[in-house]
């Protein structure tokens, strides 16, 4: 058994869609940590300069580029402006994603008041949202013959939660997008090319906090059951998916591809 302090991710090039955000942000850190040089990508510019700027302060290197996750020629984009700086890429992060407001059904409502439009939008973000970046990113791991997709599903994707319909159906898609992916690059591009998912549990963020949390910073009654669901009895903090992050980034796992990883406190362990 070799020990391992991640010395291989000196020097990787790691993209994170989402970047700007509390999960992905996180992931961004952690990566830039251990010498990893990490693009973070989001909606505006001035939220990844912010993410960027924390990696610096922590004395990482990073850098911030803008593009949707929905929009191919502006991925196609910044695909090549990281070609052209640094000549690789190693990590692509698919985090970008989330439910909507709209896309909620409330707690007096039921499927016939499901308004197609946010339906659609959900399941384009989340679904879309993660096979458009890994479609235009994973042509880079093709040439090369190496590269690492990691994909962010969740705990409603293996038993869907209530009320939340399109993010839990685009989050079940995840998973299975993750086995077809890395089956599909795997077989016709070597062992090089790993694809795998991460499931978070429940970790306060700023779609979520609502629903979970009062404003005086209590339990609303979806977080408790929630709380009471999770063994562990607490929501996750970013830092609980540094390990596995490490882990599927790095070569500890050389031989794992399209596996999904739950870190949720035991919330997917358990019936009652
Ligand atoms: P977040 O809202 O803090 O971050 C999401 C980021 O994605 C934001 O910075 C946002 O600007 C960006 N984004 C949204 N639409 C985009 C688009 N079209 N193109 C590019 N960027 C876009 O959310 P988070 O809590 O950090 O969640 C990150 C991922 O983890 C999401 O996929 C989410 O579904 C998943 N997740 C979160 C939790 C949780 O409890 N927070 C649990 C399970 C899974």
Request: charged fraction near 20%; aromatic fraction near 6%.
């Amino acid at each position: 058994m070799k020990t391992n302090e991640f010395a291989e991710l000196k020097g990787r090039v790691a993209l994170i869609t989402g970047g700007a955000g509390v999960l992905g942000c996180g992931m961004a850190n952690v990566l830039a940590h251990y010498g990893a040089i990490v693009g973070i990508m989001d909606l505006t510019i001035e939220g990844a300069e912010t993410a960027v700027d924390v990696i610096k302060k922590n004395g990482g290197e990073a850098f911030a580029v803008k593009a949707n996750v929905l929009d191919k020629e502006e991925l196609q984009e910044v695909r090549d402006f990281i070609i052209e700086k640094y000549g690789r890429l190693d990590i692509l992060i698919n985090a970008a994603g989330g439910n909507m407001p709209g896309a909620t059904i409330g707690p007096d409502q039921a499927i016939y008041d499901m308004q197609l439009p946010h339906l659609q939008k959900v399941l384009d973000l989340n679904i879309i949202g993660t096979i458009l970046p890994s479609q235009v990113f994973s042509e880079v791991f093709a040439k090369q013959k190496s590269g690492i997709v990691i994909n962010i599903s969740s705990a409603s994707a293996q038993r869907p939660l209530s009320r939340v319909v399109g993010y839990s159906a685009s989050k079940a898609a995840i998973d299975n997008f993750t086995k077809w992916l890395a089956v599909e690059l795997a077989g016709k591009y070597g062992d090089g090319i790993r694809v795998n998912a991460i499931a978070p549990g429940f970790f306060i963020g700023e779609q979520n906090r609502v629903l979970l949390l009062n404003p005086d910073g209590t339990l609303t009654k979806r977080g408790e059951k929630i709380i009471d669901h999770t063994p562990m009895g607490r929501f996750g903090v970013p830092e609980d998916l540094d390990g596995a992050l490490l882990f599927l980034c790095s070569n500890m796992s050389q031989f794992v591809t399209g596996t999904v990883l739950n870190i949720d406190g035991g919330f997917a362990a358990t019936s009652i």
